[in-house]
Each structure stands twice: as C-alpha cells, then as structure tokens.
C-alpha cells in the first residue's frame, strides 16, 4: 500500500473493488456480456463444513447458521456495499432527530407459507430474543431497545420494551439512547423476524425442511441432518422476479481437501474458504483459481478467566507473548493475514478520526515472539496462583484442517518460548459452540467477524453480561466505558471509550489476538453475481449460472 493512505481507506478501496467483481455488471447474462444463461440455474455450495447448530434467529450464534440465514430469512433493512442498511422488508423508515424513535414502514411481503409477514412478526420474534426464559446467546443486542435489558433481566414487563407493532405494516421503535449504527444492526440474522403463527404451534418449527417457514430469497427443500441441506427458490419471496437460481445445494463438507476436489471435479461451483486446503492457500491465490482480500474479522485464542491458572493475567499475557503471530501468518496460512495487534480488526473504521480503528490506536502486540518476557510473567504468575509449574491444559479448536495447523503450531511455541506441554483437543462445530457456551475449556479459537459496520460489535462481545463472552472475562470499568460509548451519538466520544476499552482488553488479555483475516473465495466461471458483503456475509439471491 502506497505512502500516505490510510490502510482504512485502501481496504475500503480493495473491499469495493472485490464488491464489484463479485456483483458483475447486472442481473443479466446479456447486460454483463457474459454469455447465455445456462438453463439448469442449480448452484452447488462448498461453503459448510457440518451440520448448523439453529436456523432459527433465537439459536443462531455462529457464520455456519449465518450463511444459511443469509438466504432464508430477510430483516427490516439488508447491507448495502458500504455496509449501509438500505430497505428490506422495511420499504421506508422515519426517526426524529437524534434516531432514538424510528418507524418503519413494512412493504407487502409473505412467509414461505403464503401467510403475510407482519409487524408483529418482527414485535414478537424481538421479545422472544430478549426473553430471560430462552436465553438466547444475542440478547445484548436489542439492550439498545427501551426496557430491554430490564426486561431480559426481569425488572420490566414485555409490554414496556420499545418495539411496538402499532398495525400490520408498520413498527415503532424507541431505543434508550441515540444509537448511529443501529440501522445496520438491524441487519444481523438476530434482528430478523420469525412467523408467529408458526412458532407458538410449533416450538421445533426451524429444525426439519417440512416445518421451516422463512421469507428470503431461498426455502429449505430438504434437510438431510448431518449430511446435507437443499434449498429451492421461494416463489413468495417480495422480489421473487430477480431471484434466477431455482437450487442451492449444501453438502456439508468438513474436509477441505475432499471440497477442493470436488471443485476441481465440477461437483461445487462456489466456495468459501471452508474447502481451500491451507497448504494450497498461497498456490490458489497466486494462480487466480481463488481470490482473496483483506476481511474485517480476527482469529484469536481465548482463555476461561474462571480456570486456573488462566484467572491469572499474568499468565494469560505469557501465553499470548509466547506466540510468533508473523511466522503462523507467513508460514502456516500463507493467505494474506495480517498479525493482529489488537482486538479490533484491519477495515473497522474509526468514525471520529476518519481511519482504520486499529490504526488510531497502534500496537498493543508485536508480530513475533517475545520468549524472555514470557517466561517471566509466566513464573510470576504461577508463583501468585501458588502453583510451582503450570498444571495441564488443553487447547480445543473445532475439527478443521486450517484450524488444526494453528493449533499445532501454537502447542510447538508455547513449549519452545514457555516449555509447557499443551494437549489439543478438537470436536466437530456444534459440540466445539455447546462447550465455549458452557465454559467446558481451558482455551480455545475463537473467531469473530462483525454483526454490524461499528467497531462496537468488537467491543460489547466482552462486557461482563454479553451472551458471546465465554471467557468470563468481567471487568467494572470495561463495563463502564462501553456502556459510555453506547449512552451518545457524538462519535469523538463513543470512539474514545472504545479505545480506552480495547486498553483494558490488551492489559488483562482475556482473548490474544492471533491474525486479521482475508476473504479467500473459489468461484468457477460460470457463476456470476454472488454478492460478498462487507460484514463477511455471502448472498446468492441475485446470483446466476452461465452456460459452461
């Protein structure tokens, strides 16, 4: 990148130049000059690797889920390229001046079922999320809805919280204080309505094809558990006429190496990175058979804060000195990584100085290992855990080659620089997402890609009542500085907490974060118009085949 642009703006720059590849020039073969439409419009996935653990908004909590959602189920807005909202089943909306009471104005639009999608559609599915009794894991982002949090922790009644279905078409929504991203919030998978009628019949209503009623682009066909997903096009969707796929198939595909195969064979026309070995990485990239660009998101490895010695940060901070960031990036991934050096992402912008968040702050953590310091704060904070050696832990990652490398490498650091045995455990998705959730671990991967363009959906993840923070991790004055930063509109101000937030983050080092991700993608030829969005999320609603 040239002298004196902003890496924020260069990665905006790329991010819209990869937009615009991924959007090709229309929703034509015709207009985009790229040959005839194939007649067979049925499109073959390699984008999930096991079985989603909920296709229901209340259960959804991971990108498996999320990929899948992102073609059944549209909310109030969608993302735009720049990770706007612009209309989704909202066709309009007004706020009064400092955005704390909006109306939406709800377009025609009906359920997989044929029934209307409703106002109180989206009334209820909202209080069903904030509901103490379901417990669900995102919560915490409708607390920006007046009453909200005090209804989720039973000091209020659902009647009180700010969102109100006043008739069949519109939704009323006050928040408890200015809130400038939460349109782009209401974007997020969590944020989406559910049929009510369906639900209140039906607890397990997202569990098998037959029962699933959804209002994307997309319906479930068929649902083969723990083999394979088909989704049709859904003939009731509101902009149906755009829709040309009439198939996704979604074989679930854990190994990478196996998905290539099938794309080199013609058996997947489009994938993630979910079947791009990691040894092939930087051969695909360079070859142009995959694509890749910088990604707003970060690996990072996660401590239980509740399990000793990890209650400790001294030892949290001697395990994150202890790992060499820049030879995982340059000799393990090989995809354009970058070592991370905080929490908050490469591409998160800074609203108040108009640049990368993480360029403002700069380094919290260096690309290599620092062995010496390490060991160190690692005798030291044994010693005040009144432990003579470090006592066995196990590392768990989820079953995945890329994830498996990391973990490997990891274990050969922290027993060069800290001569500590670690033992690596891996269990496949669901079970690895049950046990996070439970605080099963000693210390796992992590990963987190953002729900909404502010670098708040970094921050929140580790206030001390978060659904996401499985590390325990709880800290008054962290609690303090994100809820100032969500109290106000001034973005010199919201941006200031969060900064002195990410401070306190990178001194008690509940997560050390590891890389900042790319975007590695494989597409044939043939498939034109997937749009990749900004927060990581991938849509085919106007995506289309061309003759081979």
Not at 348 to 367: L, R, W
Not at 435 to 440: M, W
Request: hydrophobic share 35%.
């Amino acid at each position: 990148m040239g002298k004196g642009i902003s890496r924020g703006i260069a990665f905006l720059a790329i991010l819209s130049m990869v937009v615009l590849a991924a959007c090709g020039g229309g929703n034509s073969a015709d207009k985009a000059g790229t040959g005839e439409l194939a007649e067979k419009q049925e499109i073959t996935l390699g984008n999930i690797p096991s079985e989603p653990p909920g296709l229901d908004p209340l259960q959804a909590k991971d990108s498996v889920s999320g990929d899948i959602l992102a073609q059944t189920m549209v909310g109030l807005t969608k993302m735009g390229k720049n990770g706007e909202a612009i209309p989704g089943i909202a066709e309009k909306w007004d706020a009064n001046e400092d955005m704390t009471k909006i109306t939406f104005h709800l377009r025609d639009a009906q359920w997989s079922n044929g029934d209307p999608v409703t106002a109180e559609d989206f009334e209820y599915a909202w209080k069903r999320m904030l509901d103490p009794k379901n417990g669900a894991v995102y919560a915490y982002q409708l607390f920006y809805l007046k009453n909200g949090e005090k209804y989720n922790k039973g000091k209020a009644k659902a009647d009180d919280v700010g969102v109100k279905a006043v008739d069949d078409k519109t939704l009323e929504v006050e928040l408890e204080q200015p809130t400038p991203y939460f349109l782009s919030l209401t974007t997020f998978y969590s944020l989406r309505p559910v049929p009510k009628k369906v639900v209140e019949k039906n607890k397990d209503w997202a569990s098998e094809a037959d029962s699933y009623v959804c209002n994307g682009p997309f319906k479930v066909k068929s649902w083969k558990h723990d083999a394979k997903i088909v989704l049709e096009k859904n003939d009731k969707y509101y902009d149906a006429d755009k829709v040309k796929l009439t198939q996704i198939n979604l074989p679930f595909i854990a190994e990478p190496k196996t998905g290539y195969q099938m794309f080199q064979t013609g058996d997947v026309d489009s994938s993630n990175s979910n079947i791009v070995p990691t040894d092939l990485t930087k051969k695909l990239l360079d070859s142009g058979e995959a694509k890749g660009a910088p990604q707003i998101a970060t690996y990072t490895v996660e401590f239980n804060t509740k399990k000793k010695p990890f209650n400790n940060k001294k030892v949290r901070k001697a395990f994150s000195l202890a790992i060499d960031r820049k030879q995982i990036v340059e000799n393990v991934l090989e995809g354009g990584q970058e070592p991370a050096n905080g929490w908050v992402p490469w591409g998160m912008p800074d609203f108040a100085a108009g640049k990368d968040f993480a360029e403002v702050h700069g380094k919290y953590i260096e690309p290599t290992a620092q062995a010496d310091e390490a060991k160190k704060l690692l005798e030291e904070g044994l010693k005040e855990e009144g432990l003579e050696k470090m006592p066995e832990m196990t590392y768990l990652y989820n079953t995945d080659d890329g994830h498996k490398k990391i973990a490997e490498a990891l274990q050969q650091m922290w027993k060069e620089n800290l001569d500590v045995n670690v033992k690596l455990g891996n269990v496949e998705w669901k079970v690895f997402l049950e046990r996070k959730t439970a605080g099963d671990f000693d210390f796992a991967r992590f990963g987190w890609l953002p729900d909404y363009i502010d670098p708040m959906t970094f921050m929140d993840v580790y206030m001390t009542d978060s659904g996401n923070n499985d590390t325990k991790f709880s800290n008054k004055k962290y609690d303090e500085l994100i809820k100032k930063a969500k109290s106000t509109a001034d973005q010199k101000v919201r941006m200031k907490a969060l900064h002195d937030a990410e401070d306190i983050l990178m001194d008690e080092m509940p997560v050390a974060p590891l890389y900042w991700y790319t975007r590695v993608y494989m597409d044939k030829d043939y498939v034109k118009n997937v749009y990749r969005a900004i927060d990581g999320s991938v849509y085919y609603e106007e995506a289309y085949l061309t003759e081979k």
